[in-house]
């Protein structure tokens, strides 16, 4: 019996199996290695090179492997991108979903915990954000989700197949020990981006947008540590092997802070002066995302262990200063 984890080489899903391993499940690795790394899934998972848009894959890696839960990462992530590139993502997320799910029933595997995303709320009309507050994308990344999304609960009505959605706010930091941490090519997202200033690797932040609706104009987001994300996924497994109903939770602090404040944090972490610049707003930023994630502390008992977002940034700064070329040096 073993958990497969789709997207297993990514950023997230990486320390996902890295969980998996510490907590002595059995781990199979699904990943087309688009964006991931080899030499970021532990050894002791078993890898499978493949693209779960690819059916016979699936067959042949569902008839090899007893899996008796999918937690899917497997997906493309970057909001900007999906602005200029829309296709690329309902084409990889949300037709990947629909061979992953139809490969589900053919094989009976009834439970998966997918990765959602604070973008399938859109521009939120309060904050904070709860799950039940309206679903209205503002970027082809979040609908691509959403989509996904309402796909699971089609699936769970008429196939019975069990489903967690986790909405996650924005993801940062590094596994604690410094051995794995976020590595995209080309980087997009603040904190790497921050921390490569840092390095000297980059001359200067760019910050999209001081015009904002929020005290600085600067953009505000509920930053999670990717080991205390990987918790709750590790929860969400258990909640579906209980025999729970399918539900969606969102997985933030539920405290915001603004590009400037975490070029701030950033600064006092790392002690390096990190310079930055103003530069025009970027496409399908809305102004502020807030969690409310009570639902996810009270029903599946989550409790984050970094509340501070120091603490996380100096697990990120860990992992960049230790590997300034990421993965490069191993795979
Ligand atoms: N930003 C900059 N300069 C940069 C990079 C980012 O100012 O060089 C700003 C962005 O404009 C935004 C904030 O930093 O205001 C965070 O941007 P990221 O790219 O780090 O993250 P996003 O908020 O765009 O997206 C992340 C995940 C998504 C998820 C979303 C939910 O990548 O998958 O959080 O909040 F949907």
Do not use: C
Not at 142 to 149: A, D, H, I, R
Not at 211 to 220: K, M
Not at 258 to 269: F, K, T
Not at 315 to 324: D, E, I, L, R
């Amino acid at each position: 019996m073993a958990i497969l984890v789709a997207g297993g080489a990514g950023y997230i899903g990486s320390h996902m199996v890295k969980d998996l391993i510490e907590h002595g499940e059995d781990v199979v690795v699904a990943d087309n290695l688009s964006t991931g790394h080899r030499a970021a899934v532990d050894p002791k998972a078993k890898f499978y090179e493949g693209d779960i848009r690819d059916r016979k894959f699936l067959d042949k890696l569902f008839d090899s492997e007893d899996i008796t839960a999918i937690v899917h990462f497997a997906a493309f992530s970057i909001v900007p991108e999906s602005m200029t590139k829309p296709l690329k993502y309902f084409d990889n997320n949300t037709g990947g979903m629909i061979t992953l799910l139809e490969a589900m029933k053919d094989h009976g595997i009834k439970h998966i915990v997918f990765s959602s995303t604070a973008a399938t709320y859109g521009t939120p009309e309060h904050m904070p954000i709860k799950e039940t507050d309206p679903q209205k994308p503002i970027n082809p990344y979040g609908l691509s989700k959403l989509m996904m999304e309402q796909m699971m609960a089609w699936a769970d009505r008429s196939y019975g197949i069990k489903f967690v959605a986790l909405r996650y706010f924005n993801v940062a930091g590094a596994a604690v020990d410094g051995s794995i941490g976020e590595d995209h090519g080309p980087e997009t997202h603040l904190v790497p981006i921050i921390m490569q200033v840092a390095q000297g690797k980059r001359d200067e932040l760019s910050i999209f947008g001081n015009d904002y609706n929020t005290p600085d104009g600067t953009n505000v987001r509920d930053y999670v540590h990717v080991m205390d994300l990987a918790d709750a996924h590790m929860l969400a497994l258990k909640y579906l092997a209980e025999g729970n109903e399918s539900a969606a939770f969102n997985l933030g602090s539920s405290t915001g802070f603004s590009n400037m404040q975490m070029l701030e944090a950033a600064r006092e972490v790392t002690g390096k002066p990190i310079p930055a610049k103003m530069a025009p707003r970027r496409g399908g930023d809305p102004d502020s995302l807030i969690a409310a994630s009570d639902k996810a502390r009270k029903v599946l008992g989550w409790k984050p262990k970094f509340d501070d977002v120091h603490d996380i940034i100096a697990t990120a700064w860990k992992w960049h200063s230790t590997h300034p070329n990421g993965f490069d040096d191993r795979d």
